[in-house]
C-alpha cells in the first residue's frame, strides 16, 4: 500500500535518448510535483500539476515535459537525454490548502552516458 | 539566491541526547514550515510542520521552533536515538506560489550509540 510510487528506481541510459518516468499516488491527492535532486542535493521543484492542470513550470528545459493523465498519476518525459540531466527525480504529491505537506516517492536515480 | 539555509552539512550527537537543528530563510512571504528526514536511496519523508502564526509545533521527540523575526526555524530531537541519523531537510512554502516547497540543502545527523 505504498503512498507514492515511482518506476523505474534506477535508469541508466546513452546521451541522445529519450525516456520516461512514472508516479502514482493513492493518497486521493489533487496536485502533484517533479522535483530534481542534484550532485550538490539540492532538491529542486521542476512542475507542479493540480487536478491535471499544469500550475508550476519552473525554470527547465523543454526536453522535460510532465504529463498527468488524471490525478493519480504524473509521469516525467525527458527528451534528447544529456549527461547534466543525471539526478535524483523525485515525484510528490498533496492535498491543496492552507497547508502544503508534501509526501514524496522513493525517487529514480537517472544516469546519462 | 537560496532562499533557504541549513548552514551545518553536519551534525554528531551521543544517543539519548538533545540534537538541534537549524534553518534560516529570507523570503518573508513563507508561511508554511517543514521538516523532512531522508534515509540513502529513499524519498524524503515528512517528519513535522509549522505554520507560520505559531511559535512551536510538538510530536512526540519532535519539536519544531519557528522565530519569525529572526526569520529561524530549529528541530529540536529529545531524546536522540541511533535510528534517527539521516539527513534532515528544511522546507518553506508562501501561500500564494501554488505550493512550491523551497528546500534547504540539508543536515546530515549522526546518533552515536
Known amino acids: 500500500d505504498t503512498a507514492v510510487s515511482q518506476t523505474p528506481k534506477y535508469l541508466v541510459t546513452q546521451m541522445g535518448n529519450d525516456k520516461s518516468i512514472k508516479c502514482e499516488q493513492n493518497l486521493g491527492h489533487d496536485t502533484m510535483y517533479w522535483y530534481k535532486q542534484d550532485s550538490k542535493k539540492f532538491l529542486k521543484i521542476m512542475f507542479s500539476y493540480n487536478n491535471k492542470e499544469l500550475i508550476i513550470n519552473e525554470t527547465v528545459p523543454n526536453r522535460f515535459s510532465p504529463k498527468s493523465p488524471d490525478k493519480a498519476h504524473l509521469n516525467l518525459h525527458i527528451n534528447s537525454l544529456e549527461l547534466g540531466d543525471s539526478a535524483v527525480y523525485f515525484c510528490?504529491?498533496?492535498?491543496?490548502?492552507?497547508?502544503?505537506?508534501?509526501?514524496f516517492g522513493p525517487g529514480t536515480r537517472l544516469t546519462v552516458l | 539566491d537560496q532562499q533557504v539555509k541549513q548552514n551545518s552539512p553536519s551534525l554528531s550527537v551521543q544517543e539519548g541526547r538533545i540534537s538541534i537543528l537549524n534553518c534560516d530563510y529570507t523570503n518573508s512571504m513563507f508561511d508554511y514550515f517543514l521538516w523532512y528526514k531522508k534515509y540513502p536511496a529513499e524519498g524524503p519523508t515528512f517528519l513535522i510542520s509549522?505554520?507560520?502564526?505559531?511559535d512551536k509545533n510538538e510530536d512526540g521527540r519532535f519539536t519544531v521552533f519557528l522565530n519569525k523575526s529572526a526569520k529561524h526555524l530549529s528541530l529540536h530531537i529529545v531524546p536522540s536515538q541511533p535510528g534517527d541519523s539521516a539527513v534532515y531537510f528544511c522546507a518553506a512554502s508562501a501561500y500564494n506560489q501554488g505550493g512550491k516547497l523551497i528546500f534547504g540543502q540539508g543536515t546530515e545527523l549522526s546518533v552515536k550509540p
Open positions: 509549522i505554520s507560520s502564526i505559531k
Open positions: 510528490a504529491s498533496s492535498q491543496a490548502g492552507v497547508t502544503n505537506t508534501q509526501y
